[in-house]
C-alpha cells in the first residue's frame, strides 16, 4: 500500500475509495472554490506519494552544524525532508 495525496484538477485517473474516499472529501471540502479554479483552468488531476526514499544520505558535524548531503526521487522536495529531519 502507497499512501498518496491529491493533486486538485480534473479528471483524475485514480480515485481513493470507501473510507479513503470519504476522509478525503472531508479534508479538501474546504478547499472547493479552489478545486474548481483549477479544473477552470484544466489542471489535470493527479496523486503524489505522500513518502520517498532518500538516496545517498550522507551527514558530518562541523563544529557545531551538521552537514547533510541526499539525493531524492523526481517529485520530492529537499525542503520537506529537512522540514521532518529537524520537527
Known sequence: ????????GK????MPVADAADF???A?????FWIKGLQRCKVDADR?????TVNDLQWEFQGDMLLLSFSLPKGS???ALTKELIR
Open 48 to 52: 503524489r506519494s505522500l513518502r520517498t
Open 24 to 26: 478525503e472529501q472531508q
Open 77 to 79: 522536495y529537499a525542503t
Open 28 to 32: 479538501l471540502a474546504d478547499y472547493a
Open 11 to 14: 479528471a483524475a485517473r485514480i
Open 1 to 8: 500500500i502507497n499512501l498518496t495525496g491529491c493533486l486538485c
